[in-house]
């Protein structure tokens, strides 16, 4: 069963659920596509996506596993202490790189006045993690990624307008198939 997914689902999410389902289903194997492009489900290019979306395309078939808060965050040891107030535009940013497909984060930078703060740019969010764990700046992270990790603190509530929902989705013709229905059943209790 070939299954796509993000870097930050696959490394904050997944991994214990990739074990749990080989320990459940030996005899089938997982090929795990880890892109942060959306696959075509449509031209097969695997059988399952687990992702974020605001809306999934319409014909593949699946459903909402939850919604995806996300907040900032700083390493602990970065001193923030002479920022006034904590206003957003004066923070030292680890912000998405042009080249990063995320409309919804360059958006929320732009309108915040952030981009000209980026002290650091990267092309995924989980480059952006290993940059606030370095302790090079901020970011907006998922909180199913930072919330668990002790040396990073969280900088406010998470952000409304940047809560995603996320999906597992297969093609129509692929549901009924006895691997993928078993894969379905298995990652679709995550969330």
Same mark, same amino acid.
């Given at each position: *069963?070939?299954?796509?997914?993000?870097?930050?689902?696959?490394?904050?999410?997944? #991994?214990?659920?990739?074990?749990?389902?080989?320990?459940?289903?030996?005899?089938?194997?997982?090929?795990?596509?880890?892109?942060? =492009?959306?696959?075509?489900?449509?031209?097969? =290019?695997?059988?399952?996506?687990?992702?974020?979306?605001?809306?999934?395309?319409?014909?593949?078939?699946?459903?909402?596993?939850?919604?995806?808060?996300?907040? *900032?965050?700083?390493?602990?040891?970065?001193?923030?202490?002479?920022?006034?107030?904590?206003?957003?535009?004066?923070?030292?940013?680890i912000g998405p790189s042009p080249s990063m497909t995320y409309k919804q984060l360059h958006e929320w930078m732009r309108k915040r006045e952030c981009n000209e703060q980026c002290v650091c740019?990267?092309?995924?969010?989980?480059?952006?993690?290993?940059? *606030?764990?370095?302790?090079?700046? *901020?970011?907006?992270?998922?909180?199913?990624?930072?919330?668990?990790?002790?040396?990073?603190?969280?900088?406010?509530?998470?952000?409304?307008?940047?809560?995603?929902?996320?999906?597992?989705?297969?093609?129509?013709?692929?549901?009924?198939?006895? #691997?993928?229905?078993?894969?379905?059943?298995?990652?679709?209790?995550?969330?």
């Amino acid at each position: *069963v070939q299954i796509a997914t993000t870097d930050t689902l696959l490394f904050g999410l997944l #991994r214990g659920e990739i074990s749990r389902f080989r320990q459940l289903e030996p005899e089938i194997t997982l090929d795990i596509i880890v892109a942060n =492009e959306v696959i075509n489900l449509s031209l097969r =290019e695997a059988d399952i996506a687990i992702r974020p979306a605001l809306s999934p395309d319409e014909h593949l078939v699946g459903r909402k596993l939850g919604q995806i808060q996300q907040a *900032v965050y700083a390493h602990r040891k970065l001193d923030l202490s002479d920022r006034p107030c904590l206003s957003w535009k004066t923070l030292p940013w680890i912000g998405p790189s042009p080249s990063m497909t995320y409309k919804q984060l360059h958006e929320w930078m732009r309108k915040r006045e952030c981009n000209e703060q980026c002290v650091c740019r990267m092309d995924s969010v989980l480059g952006m993690y290993g940059a *606030v764990m370095s302790g090079v700046g *901020v970011a907006i992270l998922p909180c199913y990624l930072a919330d668990g990790n002790t040396e990073l603190r969280r900088i406010g509530d998470p952000l409304d307008e940047m809560a995603t929902d996320l999906w597992i989705l297969t093609h129509p013709d692929l549901r009924q198939t006895a #691997r993928v229905r078993a894969a379905l059943d298995h990652f679709g209790k995550i969330g």
